[in-house]
């Protein structure tokens, strides 16, 4: 039981019953057997047909490359990368312009009087 009694009762009364009971278990509906016989009756398996057992021996048919093609293990594997030091360089570029343009400029005119 609580400490203390509630000091205001509820604001909204209890809601309603259901008007409505629910529905009974709805009852299974058996599918009937189909009345047609299959069109047409089934083929009977066919007779494996036994091959010959080859003879001879196997030979590739692609030579040996020249050049060794790289390995694939490393394929999926993160090192290194190169990407990505574009932008460093185009910055640098753009600095050394703006350096350069400040530096060489136009001398400013005298005012004889």
Known sequence: PPTTPPTTPPTEPPTT???TPPTATPEPVVTPTPTTPPTTPPTATPEPVVTPTPTGTVVAETGT???TPP????????????????????????GGLALSALLIRPAAKRNRR
């Open 65 to 67: 490359p020249r050049v």
């Open 17 to 19: 019953p259901p008007t």
């Open 71 to 94: 390995s694939t293990d490393a394929i999926g594997t993160t090192g290194p990368s190169t990407t990505g030091n574009g932008w460093a360089l185009a910055m640098v570029a753009l």
